[in-house]
């Protein structure tokens, strides 16, 4: 079994909680580096399914609107090759959140063509969610 670690946590942001819910692996923050580089601030919507399946979804920050209806499950400072951070906020549907409530997500990146909503698209690469359990 390949072990996927995670490379950067990111801060708690639910009420109440003192833990990270979300992580990239180092693979994820390279290519958000890229991302953020060539298209600026960017932020993460796990998407719930349908056309994408169940794809972390990368949108230029705020390109995605959020409400109500979504919980901030993390917020990362992804460090930048110039020494700056870049905020990059991580959204769940707060319905998709009561199914995946009790687990950690760790977004990875494998080959394969990222949706054509998701900024890493023409990357030839895909960001994917590895979950498990607390």
Known sequence: MTV????LE??????????????FTQDAVDLLVRLIDRSGPVMFHQSGGCCDGSSPMCYPAGDFLT??????????????????????????????????????????VVDGRGSGFSLEGPEGKRFLTRSRLF
């Open 67 to 108: 409400g109500d209806a979504d919980v901030l499950l993390g917020v990362f400072e992804v460090p930048l090759a110039d020494g700056q951070n870049s905020e990059v906020e991580f959204w769940m549907s707060v319905e998709q959140f009561e199914y995946w409530k009790h687990t950690h997500l760790t977004i990875d």
């Open 10 to 23: 990111a801060a708690p942001t639910i009420d109440g909680e003192d833990f990270s819910r979300v992580a």
């Open 4 to 7: 996927h670690a995670a490379a």
